[in-house]
């Protein structure tokens, strides 16, 4: 990145990465991507929902209906038991199955999001997967904050931290901290991914 300051003017004039220098960052540091937790066999998430509580209560409803019907030679209550447990796990499986992979495509689609960016002294537009360690990222009202950076220069800049402070009320920020005494969960220069 480089920042220079034109003939008799205070503020510098962002040049921001080449495009040399982006995919160079980008191979040392990686893409912007967060990195999905990983998750359970499809398996497992299917033994998980015998862990509920009132599937064990019909689980053990339907042993003992099965035990007596034997004895009676009336068990069809026992397996009535067990196809309402099986029909109930599987479909709540299935809901949970297919909320994750419409989760991880909605991530998917997130990652693609244009974020605008200085590039090559000029601005542009990359998707917020293609944001490496260096750019300059021009923000505006109502954007999300694409990756972690540090403020150069902002007007009357308030960030919603919400998501991770709990906050409700945006918090004030700025270029630089000329006094180390803020009142606020974070850094007032700094500004992080996922808040707005």
């Given at each position: 990145?480089?920042?220079t300051?034109?003939?008799?003017?205070?503020?510098p004039?962002?040049q921001?990465l080449?495009?040399?220098?982006?995919?160079?960052?980008?191979?040392?540091h990686?893409?912007n991507?967060?990195?999905?937790?990983?998750?359970?066999?499809?398996?497992k998430?299917y033994?998980?929902?015998?862990?509920d509580p009132?599937?064990?209560?019909?689980v053990?409803?339907a042993?003992?209906?099965?035990?007596?019907?034997v004895?009676n030679?009336?068990y069809?209550?026992?397996?009535?038991i067990?196809v309402?447990?099986?029909l109930?796990t599987?479909?709540?499986?299935?809901?949970e199955?297919?909320?994750?992979?419409?989760?991880?495509?909605?991530?998917?689609?997130n990652?693609?999001?244009?974020?605008k960016?200085?590039?090559?002294g000029?601005?542009?537009?990359?998707?917020?997967k293609?944001?490496?360690?260096?750019d300059?990222v021009w923000?505006?009202?109502g954007?999300?904050?694409?990756?972690d950076g540090?403020?150069?220069n902002?007007?009357s800049l308030q960030?919603?931290?919400?998501?991770l402070?709990g906050?409700s009320k945006?918090?004030a920020?700025f270029?630089?901290t000329?006094?180390n005494?803020?009142e606020?969960a974070y850094?007032?220069?700094?500004?992080?991914?996922?808040?707005?």
């Open positions: 990145m480089t920042i300051y034109e003939k008799g003017l205070q503020t004039r962002l921001g080449t495009t040399a220098e982006a995919n160079e960052n980008r191979h040392k990686s893409s991507i967060l990195t999905p937790p990983e998750r359970d066999s499809w398996w998430l033994l998980e929902k015998y862990e009132i599937i064990r209560i019909l053990v409803a042993v003992i209906s099965i035990a007596i019907g004895i030679g009336q069809i209550e026992g397996i009535g067990i309402a447990i099986l109930a599987t479909v709540a499986f299935i809901n199955y297919k909320a994750n992979q419409e989760f991880d495509i909605l991530n998917q689609v990652n693609e999001t244009p974020v960016v200085v590039r090559n000029k601005f542009t537009t990359v998707p917020k293609d944001i490496v360690v260096g300059i923000l505006e009202t954007d999300e904050i694409p990756a540090q403020i150069l902002s007007v960030v919603n931290e919400a998501s402070t906050e945006p918090v920020k270029a630089s000329e006094n005494e803020f606020t850094t007032p220069s700094i500004v992080l991914r996922g808040t707005t």
